[in-house]
């Protein structure tokens, strides 16, 4: 996420390096390849000549900070002036009405109907409702039958009506399913196109009209830049949407979409979508995205992740076993499958400062911990408990029942000594315990 903007806005900063004051020379240089990044990342070029300009008169105007050095003063402006660009304050949705209505818009490709059931998935996890999804997709072939795979997958039902094909008739009939069913927010999927048409554009404001949502988001491919945000544009001329969904933003994005969509529209980003799984949805926080930007990682999105994911009960009895040197291969395997439910390893990685340089270039994949898992698997009960017992006709039985070769079992062995170790001295560090420990375990890859 973001790679390229992050690594071209941190040259562009290190060329006050050295200076002993801001001066209007080396600050206009510092800009000028700011400017640049901004605009390779698809940002308009409006928007990047503004952004800079601004920048450039609070670090000329600058009297108060002048115990920060240059380069330190700089990333500062720099990121508090990328949080107000994208927002500044997070913004929460929309749940009022009985029930809430959630209209979701946008083109077809964009990640629609999947995000309207992460959406639904979030809604149920974390805010405790009891959503239903509404198919008024009635063009696109198999739309319906998505839908209700996505429902079936995260445990929520979906209102359909093959028979009908009047997008308005079935939000309605939709919304009376949930009052007379216990609904308490309704999520509306309706149809995308392949460009933006007057056909669809009146179809959407007529739904828009009949229903009357609590919240109306747009849903936009963060991967198609600038596109994303004229497309945004026209939409929100019709609709006058509430806020906007940015999805696959893990993939290989620009930021373009996300920095300047705002500032065009004037509507908050909400959601964005970082993975393919039902639960790879964040609540939009436009200074920790500023920050993640500037490679100073995002510490506190990961420390939430891991207190959502980490059972606290499981945490003491792991912290009692290292206390005495009991804790094995079942206790890491426990820790490995709880890391991974918090998403993208090379993402947790990334919300780590100063990782993002470490991780350049870095190809981490999802299933990174995929053989190391086949190893343990391998292993009797045990084997598992007392890592010490194994010998060479141990690894040798190991080896060929994972597909691995002995090598690589002693290098698991030597890394998981190292760690457990690692982890007794750390006992009592919380959050800052997982993070090294997810360090070490980068090198088992």
């Not at 390849?33 to 308009?44: F, G, I, Q, T, W």
């Not at 947790?348 to 100063?354: D, K, N």
């Amino acid at each position: 996420m973001f790679d390229n903007l992050s690594e071209k806005l941190d040259k562009a900063l290190h060329v006050l390096k050295g200076h002993g004051q801001i001066t209007e020379i080396n600050v206009a240089e510092t800009l000028k390849e700011v400017r640049r990044a901004l605009l390779d990342a698809d940002v308009n070029f409006k928007i990047a000549k503004e952004f800079t300009n601004t920048v450039k008169e609070k670090a000329l105007g600058q009297d108060v900070l002048t115990a920060l050095q240059p380069g330190q003063l700089m990333v500062k402006l720099v990121k508090d002036e990328l949080t107000a660009l994208m927002g500044g304050d997070v913004e929460g949705i929309n749940l009022s009405g009985d029930p809430s209505v959630i209209l979701m818009s946008g083109l077809q490709g964009s990640g629609k109907t999947t995000f309207s059931g992460k959406l639904a998935s979030y809604l149920k996890t974390k805010k405790t409702k009891k959503p239903l999804l509404v198919a008024c997709d009635v063009y696109r072939p198999a739309a319906v039958d998505q839908l209700l795979v996505v429902g079936e997958q995260i445990g929520v039902e979906v209102f359909s009506d093959r028979g009908n094909t009047d997008p308005v008739a079935i939000s309605k009939a939709g919304i009376a399913y949930a009052k007379a069913n216990g609904h308490n927010v309704v999520i509306i999927d309706t149809a995308g196109r392949l460009a933006v048409d007057e056909e669809m554009m009146n179809e959407i404001a007529n739904i828009h009209k009949a229903i009357q949502p609590q919240e109306t988001l747009f849903v936009v491919d963060a991967m198609t830049g600038q596109d994303a945000v004229n497309t945004a544009k026209a939409f929100n001329d019709i609709l006058n949407f509430d806020g906007v969904i940015l999805t696959k933003l893990d993939g290989d994005t620009r930021g373009g979409a996300a920095i300047s969509i705002k500032s065009v529209v004037n509507k908050p980003i909400k959601f964005i979508g970082t993975g393919e799984k039902m639960d790879a949805i964040d609540v939009f926080y436009p200074a920790r995205m500023a920050e993640r930007i500037l490679g100073m990682g995002d510490v506190v999105s990961l420390v939430e992740r891991a207190q959502e994911q980490f059972d606290e009960e499981e945490s003491r009895k792991i912290q009692k076993k290292i206390a005495k040197n009991q804790f094995g291969f079942d206790d890491f395997l426990s820790q490995i499958q709880q890391i991974k439910k918090m998403g993208s390893i090379k993402d947790l990685m990334g919300m780590i400062p100063g990782a993002g340089k470490a991780l350049k270039g870095l190809d981490i994949d999802d299933d990174a911990f995929k053989h190391v898992e086949a190893i343990i698997h391998s292993m009797t009960p045990l084997e598992r408990a007392t890592p010490a017992k194994l010998d060479a006709s141990r690894k040798k039985r190991i080896a060929k029942g994972s597909g691995r070769s002995i090598q690589e079992i002693n290098q698991l062995l030597k890394q998981f000594d190292q760690m457990s170790k690692m982890m007794k001295m750390m006992q009592g560090g919380g959050g800052k315990k997982m993070m090294q420990m997810m360090g070490a375990m980068k090198g088992m890859q």
